[in-house]
């Protein structure tokens, strides 16, 4: 919001300087984002719960309070409140519309005297002509926007404030012919629409050189209507700005009254017939009662009485009441135009705004309770981080919000992804089904800009059809590992990522399983569920495998390259997790026993099964299994495989003996010969 000092002026005694007063008012909470003390211009930067300071008068409060004036409100014309418009208001949609105001005025358009078009152009507006320039400098000084049509161009001189019919279409005041939506308020006349509600006006119903007679315009709209209204139209304008952050229901009149006496100022015009005023439900008045005591506690600093009443009363809030001793308060009106103050711990806002943030103890208060113990979930997200970075990974952070191209396709068979209802543009329609989505995304921006090895993780919410739950999901394409003179380089597979997994619930105490799996997104042949288990059962933990190329693709990274990738469900992992009480184990006392098995099976048949057939034949010693070859060729009858796996014993309280060993290969062998058909080569 762009301030001149010179009109600042006008409103409340300000220092000369320019930069003085940039200075002060910032240190009140408005940022300053540039000042031009050439010209006497500063450019405040207005947060969105203060459409009030949306205007000269608004920053003029302010000022009054930092130097201890009073704030002169600007000549208002006295206008008809009994009698007949000159023009017919019927407001059908209250709920969009709670207040509309309408005056008649006999003008004569020209130019604007020069003293207000040269404030227009200071703060950026254009001048046009002395009716249109009125209405923008209304705004700019009280905040309140208005619009004026043509009167002799609304059909039976009648304003309807209404809903768009459907597939209704208006010619704004850019010249676009946009086709409105049934939800969108429009002001018509009686047959048409003229403007948009709190937006733009409309081309049909401009003021026009040869315009003589106007109807001036001032609302209140509804602020969700206005801004859903304003991003489906993709116009966004500075009455639109004001409209959708909260207006002042009690405004309307007032800019009316602002505009009659500037124009009767300048001479360019003067009410004709009586004010029409649709407002048929008015909104009592707010009341905050505020405590001495709480504002100590909130800001940690006793503020004396006095100086509640002298910041608050030039603010704009009234103070009805106040009781003193021990219980010491005040009941406080707050006014209309302060849509952002609605509890007590507002108003200790505004009172330690104006005493002074700087003044305020750096201590933190005492405290009474002990600190709770930190959930279990920050524990498990730092183990995450550590295992992964530690792995060489680098964490990423996506937005929860994504394209629905980009979520579709990590949905499963059938299923859509959870739609956003009013999304910011289609960049941001879904909620992501999984965190592959964001981390392929992340992958191909990197890929573009030539970083060939790339290795992401991210830990944080999806939302599958289940509800919201917490995961952790890795990309990695590129090299397995750097090239060195020793080792040629080699590109990652799937059991790189396999070991990651590993090694991600190894740190949790979680063993885990790899079982074939067919997902829309991943490679078939290339993908595996990873399963976990406890004394109830079996768990699935997630899932890993290549990103199918044409997934890939489509998000920009090339499908001659292989990009693998990951995702684990947090929350079973740490129901799982055992890793909270671990326990030192010794190193073996006895010698282990190594055996060799290399066997004939059929290609298409899972490791995993082979394993899980040895395991449930081999007696308890049986340590570890390790398949350290798989050849296919010559010698090897065609659609089977030749696996070679080395099988460890290891007794904990004696020496095994070669027999027991051979024993147990015996009826492992036999195990698989039943199972699987295998053959011993």
Not at 575 to 595: E, F, H, K
Request: hydrophobic letters at 45%.
């Amino acid at each position: 919001m762009k301030i001149v000092h010179a009109w600042l002026g006008e409103l409340v005694d300000v220092p000369a300087d320019v930069r003085r007063v940039a200075e002060e008012i910032s240190l009140r909470g408005f940022e300053v984002a540039e000042t031009d003390a050439a010209r006497g211009v500063i450019d405040f930067e207005i947060t969105a719960n203060r459409p009030d300071c949306l205007s000269h008068l608004g920053i003029a409060r302010e000022a009054a309070v930092i130097w201890s004036t009073r704030v002169r409100t600007p000549p208002l014309h006295s206008l008809q409140a009994d009698g007949d418009p000159a023009i017919r208001v019927d407001v059908e949609d209250r709920e969009l519309c709670p207040r509309y105001c309408a005056q008649v005025f006999d003008v004569q358009v020209g130019p604007s005297p020069s003293w207000l078009a040269e404030r227009l152009d200071a703060v950026g507006v254009r001048p046009i002509n002395n009716i249109v320039d009125v209405t923008n400098y209304v705004m700019l000084e009280l905040g309140q926007p208005m619009h004026a049509f043509d009167l002799e161009r609304l059909e039976d001189r009648r304003l309807v404030i209404r809903r768009a019919r459907k597939g209704e279409v208006l010619r704004t005041l850019d010249g676009i012919e946009r086709v409105l939506g049934e939800e969108m308020l429009v002001i018509a006349d009686a047959q048409r629409a003229v403007a948009v509600g709190g937006v733009m006006g409309g081309r049909d119903s401009e003021i026009g050189p040869q315009t003589t007679r106007i109807a001036l315009e001032s609302a209140y709209f509804q602020p969700a209507s206005v801004r859903r209204t304003s991003k489906q139209l993709g116009l966004k304008t500075e009455a639109s700005i004001r409209f959708e952050r909260g207006g002042d229901v009690g405004a309307p009149p007032l800019g009316i009254a602002r505009a009659a006496a500037i124009l009767e100022k300048i001479g360019a015009g003067r009410p004709a017939g009586a004010l029409a005023d649709r407002y048929a439900s008015p909104r009592p008045a707010v009341g905050v009662t505020l405590r001495a005591e709480r504002i100590a506690r909130l800001l940690g600093q006793h503020v004396p009485a006095s100086d509640v009443p002298r910041i608050l009363e030039p603010l704009g809030f009234r103070i009805e009441s106040a009781s003193s001793g021990r219980d010491e308060r005040w009941d406080v009106v707050v006014p209309s135009f302060r849509v952002d103050v609605t509890r007590e711990a507002d108003l200790i806002e505004e009172v330690g705004r104006h005493y002074g943030f700087d003044r305020l103890p750096t201590t933190f208060p005492a405290l009474k309770t002990p600190q709770p113990a930190p959930e279990p979930a920050i524990g498990r997200a730092r183990t995450i981080r550590q295992v992964l970075t530690a792995a060489g990974f680098s964490e990423a952070m996506t937005f929860a919000f994504i394209e629905r191209a980009a979520g579709a396709a990590f949905c499963e068979s059938g299923a859509e992804p959870h739609a956003i209802a009013n999304p910011l543009s289609e960049k941001f329609a879904v909620l992501r089904p999984s965190l592959l989505a964001g981390l392929v995304d992340a992958c191909a921006h990197n890929r573009r800009r030539e970083r060939r090895d790339i290795r992401l993780f991210e830990a944080g919410s999806r939302f599958s059809p289940a509800g919201e739950g917490r995961a952790v999901g890795i990309i990695w394409c590129g090299a397995a590992a750097q090239p060195h003179w020793s080792a040629p380089a080699r590109d990652v597979d799937f059991f790189d990522v396999k070991g990651i997994l590993e090694a991600l619930c190894a740190a949790f105490g979680v063993s885990v399983e790899f079982a074939a799996a067919r997902r829309p997104y991943w490679q078939a042949g290339r993908s595996a569920d990873v399963w976990a288990a406890d004394a109830r059962g079996m768990y699935l933990l997630g899932t890993a495998g290549q990103i199918l190329p044409s997934v890939a693709g489509a998000r920009g990274f090339p499908e001659t390259e292989e990009m693998y990738g990951a995702e684990i469900d947090v929350a079973v992992l740490g129901a799982l997790a055992t890793g909270d009480d671990l326990r030192a184990r010794p190193l073996p006392r006895y010698p282990s026993i190594v055996r060799d098995l290399s066997i004939l099976v059929d290609e298409v048949l899972p490791a995993a099964a082979v394993r899980g057939t040895i395991r449930s034949a081999a007696p308890a010693t049986l340590a570890t299994i390790i398949e350290f070859d798989r050849y296919q060729g010559k010698g090897v009858p065609e659609g089977r495989v030749s696996l070679s796996l080395r099988l460890t014993f290891r007794a904990a309280d004696r020496t095994l003996t070669d027999q027991e060993a051979q024993d147990a290969m015996a009826r492992i062998l036999t195990a698989l010969r039943t199972a699987h058909g295998a053959e011993q080569r």
